[in-house]
């Protein structure tokens, strides 16, 4: 193989398999000298990649980990493995799948050829997945979309559907995406109303990135916050406006550890109580704050799947209540 840069390239792809490989074998493969070998692994060195040698008759090459991510080189069957394992995490809202994420799969769908871009969409569109049904269901492509145009800086127009079904047409110039754990929001300054927004994702629908880019402008902050503004910090403040807050007052009777495994980290960590219940057992007691609907709060606090009893707020009783009372109607009209 006489051509450099694509001798590199092969070279690295096979130091990223994790093994040793004698430099005899690696010759062999390249169809070059031992000696090509070593100048080879030198160039590679030089461009940030760690490769590590050992002597001695087994001796060989091996790719360690180093101070600094370098660029790794994907076969086929990789690239589509990676692709499709992102989109199904960015497309359903998995709690721990973030910003991140959502960036990898941009930069991986920008150089994917078609032929695995078809292979990726294929595979995709085949899956059924099973979720947990609290979140809404994303386009993986709209996400990598806006994730693109928010890196790139470049201003975007979509279709919006508001809390009441309105749609509207937006222009607007990303900031960052906001993972919740259940749900992808947007941050952006929309331009038509000269001003900041937030807009939930799975509500967005044909974007495009429009080519014209700009300038990132600095978040509107609060006296006594310093630089220009956090993404996280503006989108908290501004769900909070929005969304009357809930002050929780929950026990469980059960231990902490297993009520905290199966609520959403959104809605506090309980604390231990012994010997709190009726008859004396050990349970847990959650005090937290929670911008999230009455509904969601309900739901997930019955999903906990254990005795509990609601302190407070008083229009999380009220609602318990009556939900406790619709499902007693369900279940006796089945009886009828």
């Not at 002597?55 to 101070?67: C, D, I």
């Not at 704050?289 to 009783?317: H, K």
């Amino acid at each position: 193989m006489t051509d450099t840069p694509a001798r590199l390239l092969k070279l690295l792809s096979l130091l990223q398999t994790p093994r040793e490989w004698p430099g005899g074998e690696l010759a062999e493969r390249l169809d070059v000298s031992p000696r090509t070998v070593r100048r080879d692994i030198d160039r590679l060195r030089e461009l940030g990649y760690p490769v590590e040698a050992s002597r001695g008759s087994l001796g060989g090459y091996r790719l360690v980990a180093g101070a600094a991510m370098p660029p790794l080189v994907l076969d086929d069957e990789e690239a589509v493995a990676i692709a499709v394992g992102l989109r199904a995490g960015a497309g359903h809202a998995i709690e721990g799948v973030d910003e991140a994420s959502v960036r990898a799969l941009a930069k991986l769908e920008q150089v994917l050829p078609s032929r695995l871009r078809h292979r990726v969409s294929a595979l995709q569109n085949a899956t059924v997945p099973l979720t947990r049904g609290d979140g809404a269901t994303i386009d993986p492509q709209t996400l990598t979309t806006l994730a693109s145009a928010a890196t790139g800086q470049e201003a975007l127009r979509f279709s919006y559907r508001s809390g009441d079904g309105t749609e509207t047409k937006r222009q607007v110039e990303p900031y960052r995406l906001v993972s919740t754990g259940r749900r992808w929001y947007l941050v952006a300054y929309d331009l038509l109303r000269a001003d900041w927004r937030t807009f939930r994702v799975d509500r967005v629908s044909e974007p495009f990135a429009t080519g014209a880019r700009f300038a990132a402008r600095p978040l509107p902050v609060e006296s006594g916050e310093g630089g220009a503004g956090d993404a996280a910090r503006y989108f908290a403040r501004s769900m909070a406006g929005r969304q009357p807050e809930l002050r929780l007052d929950v026990r469980f009777r059960a231990p902490a550890e297993f009520v905290a495994a199966r609520l959403p980290p959104t809605l506090g960590v309980p604390e231990p109580e012994h010997g709190s219940g009726p008859t004396g057992e050990d349970g847990c007691r959650l005090r937290s704050s929670s911008t999230d609907s009455l509904e969601w709060v309900a739901l997930r606090l019955a999903l906990v799947d254990c005795e509990f009893a609601v302190q407070g707020p008083p229009q999380l009783v009220a609602y318990l209540e009556s939900l406790g009372a619709r499902l007693t109607r369900a279940a006796s009209y089945g009886k009828g």
